[in-house]
């Protein structure tokens, strides 16, 4: 009788014991990769806080129609003329871009630096900041009294950049952007305070609109504040057309922080596009 | 007296029965791997971020067998960061479901020499958020106090819900071959 009760505990604590697995998931099996809120590194003029992966170089390819969308003869705006902007952007860390741009208006050349300072992990709202600072430099200044690097022909810039996504559909951002020397035409130095803002719907993988707005807030502003709305193509390969209507026609940062030249609702918007390109 | 020392004979027998347990050993060079081929382009896929565990009784692999598998999928890396993005984001989703799992037991054990053995696992296979019932067959060998496993197997990727890109730059079979090789150790 004895040894059946010994066999019997012995079989309990076999059945309860096997099987008993410990085995638990340790942090070594997860990444932490880098927060992706917005697919592109600008929404319209302003910039999303994305970086790209280390050694990502992007391109970039686009024009503001200078006449509006309604002028006859004009054929929707796109018969020209219109600003251009050529840029090359390159990531030596996944946390920073180094941008080089030159647009056509003055010869203007910019060349600005990206960080992304800060991701928030948050179920509900993940949010990023990074901040963004260049130079500009006007190399085409149509005056023979001012030489190429005189000091009157360089801007600064520095944005600060908050981006958060909603149910990973509404994407919200936040720009203040600071600008020295906006109006390089006066030989006085302005400087401008804008504070831009922009929403980005995600309508698919591949489809999302694009509304932004930036008021100056205290500094120079040349007439209004420019209010832009688009649409993006993201075809999955790193390559990202969209395709815009705006009060400004101005692409490099120095230029379109220091206001519109028109307003968005008393006149017809001009038709601009960004195409860019991430090259391996 | 006597009946005491019997008991604690029995207990210690029973107790060593049960310590199998092995998990993944994370020092070794652990492969997951996936081949998509195209006649327009093909790409492999690679990470060592398996983890989980293999339980057995007896050195009999198949007896009251229970294992489970998982694969970091957001540690996937195709070569190219674009593409690597691309896939977790759009395709598999990692920010949802990030890793690909298998739970399910080694249902028979076939010698083929003194170390190996081809062994036949049911299981369910979770990507994507969504579950498979599915059967592999792999090889084990035996080196104690290591175990090399590995296996080769075909998934569709429709049966995942993984919608194919059809768009311009990226080119991916809906056949997606996975190549394991990974290492075991007794649980310490």
Known sequence: ?280 | MKNFILILIFLFASLNLQAQEHFVDKQKNNLVKFISKTPIESFEGVTNQIDGYMYWENDDLSNRSLLYFEANLDALDTGIGLRNRHMKENYLETFRYPYAQFNGKVVNEEKLSDIKSKVTVEGEMFIHGVAKKINLQGTVEKNKPSYRIQTEFTIKLSDFKIEVPSLMFMRISEEIRLVLDFFIKEKK
């Open chain 1, 1 to 280: 009788m004895k040894f059946f009760l010994m066999f019997f505990i012995c079989f309990l604590i076999i059945e309860i014991s096997a099987q008993d697995i410990t085995w638990k998931r340790t942090s070594e099996n997860t990444t932490l990769t880098e927060l992706r809120l917005f697919r592109s590194t600008q929404v319209i003029n302003l910039p999303s806080a994305e970086t790209y992966e280390k050694g990502d170089f992007e391109y970039e390819i686009s024009h503001r129609f200078i006449p509006a969308i309604d002028e006859k003869g004009k054929f929707f705006g796109l018969d020209g003329p219109a600003n251009i902007r050529f840029s090359l952007s390159y990531a030596p860390t996944d946390r920073m871009t180094l941008t080089l741009g030159r647009g056509n208006i003055d010869g203007n050349v910019d060349l600005a630096i990206k960080y992304k300072l800060l991701q928030i992990r948050n179920d509900v709202l993940p949010s990023q900041f990074s901040v963004r600072v260049g130079t500009a430099l006007s190399t085409n200044f149509p005056s023979q009294e001012r030489k190429i690097f005189d000091s009157d022909n360089f801007q600064f810039f520095a944005q600060g950049i908050f981006n958060t996504l909603y149910e990973r559909t509404l994407g919200l951002g936040v720009v203040p952007t600071y600008l020295y020397n906006s109006n390089i035409y006066s030989a006085e130095r302005f400087y401008s305070f804008t504070f831009g803002s922009y929403a980005q719907i995600f309508l698919s993988d591949k489809w999302s609109v694009m509304l932004e707005w930036n008021p100056t807030v205290t500094g120079y502003r040349s007439k209004f504040n420019p209010l832009s709305l688009g649409f993006e193509l993201d075809t999955g390969g790193g390559h990202f057309f969209k395709f815009i209507f705006s009060n400004s026609v101005d692409l490099n940062t120095s230029h379109f922080i220091n206001g519109a030249s028109k307003q968005f609702f008393k006149t017809s918007p001009s038709f601009g596009f960004n195409l860019t390109r991430i090259l391996k």
